[in-house]
């Protein structure tokens, strides 16, 4: 069972444009994927989510490549209050249980 | 409502104390998630509720026992549990079953110590 990476930290200024990948080589075929915001001590909140090429919310985009083995989440101009962790889940495999948050990534934006 | 409320917040409990975790949503949504998060780890998936069906994980240990009362209301029934089970456990629910599009939301959890 291949497990969902992500990077596990990123800083950012404020005003940047922040890029975060997750690699999901096992996604099932009509499987979404979607992504997460999580602050301390918080259940995870949702921020966009997508099955190909490219969904735009009014917090986020959504990149994901044709073979959809990959997917990009892209915050605009991120604020210090975008400092949180990040997960995709997507699903790897048949069965209502496999379902799986990828490793996280921990985004600390620097004033 | 959009929201899922977790009661307790936080429980502590010894090896040998049987005590329940409740969840709860008003949104009609027809699935209801357990999750079981460790610190700086992210969430793993116990169970899904789906149209007050249970998918049975078998990785879970049987000292964890959903039960799904009505499409509103979720608990966790725990009973012996080990000091490693200690984590914050997250409720979530979402329209559909948990493979259809749509996202989960999730409720503020409840922070569980084992003595």
């Known amino acids: 069972l291949a497990k969902t990476t992500q990077p596990i930290s990123m800083d950012s200024y404020e005003g940047q444009e922040v890029n975060i990948t997750c690699s999901h080589n096992?996604?099932?075929?009509?499987?979404?994927i979607t992504w997460y915001q999580q602050f301390p001590s918080q259940g995870p909140r949702f921020i966009i989510q997508?099955?190909?090429t490219k969904v735009t919310n009014e917090v986020a985009s959504l990149f994901i490549p044709a073979d959809r083995k990959s997917s990009t989440l892209s915050l605009p101009r991120v604020s210090l209050s975008d400092t949180a962790v990040y997960y995709c889940?997507?699903?790897?495999?048949?069965?209502?249980?496999?379902?799986?948050f990828g490793t996280g990534t921990r985004l600390t934006v620097i004033p | 409502d959009t929201e899922v409320t977790q009661t307790p917040k936080h429980l502590v409990m010894g090896m040998t104390n049987k005590k329940s975790l409740k969840c709860e949503q008003h949104?009609?949504?027809?699935?209801m998630y357990w999750y079981k998060q460790k610190a700086k780890k992210p969430p793993e998936l116990m169970f899904v509720?789906?149209?007050?069906?249970?998918?049975i994980n078998e990785s879970v240990p049987s000292r964890f026992s959903p039960e799904c009362p009505n499409s509103s209301l979720l608990n966790l029934h725990l009973h012996a549990l080990q000091p490693e089970d200690s984590a914050l456990y997250l409720c979530?629910?979402?329209?559909?079953?948990?493979?259809?599009?749509?996202?989960?939301?999730f409720g503020p959890g409840t922070r569980l110590t084992v003595l």
């Open positions: 979530a629910s979402s329209q559909d079953g948990p493979r259809y599009r749509g996202e989960q939301f």
């Open positions: 096992n996604i099932a075929t009509n499987d979404y």
């Open positions: 997508g099955y190909k």
């Open positions: 889940l997507v699903g790897d495999g048949p069965g209502a249980n496999n379902l799986f």
């Open positions: 949104m009609g949504h027809r699935a």
């Open positions: 509720y789906s149209y007050e069906k249970l998918s």
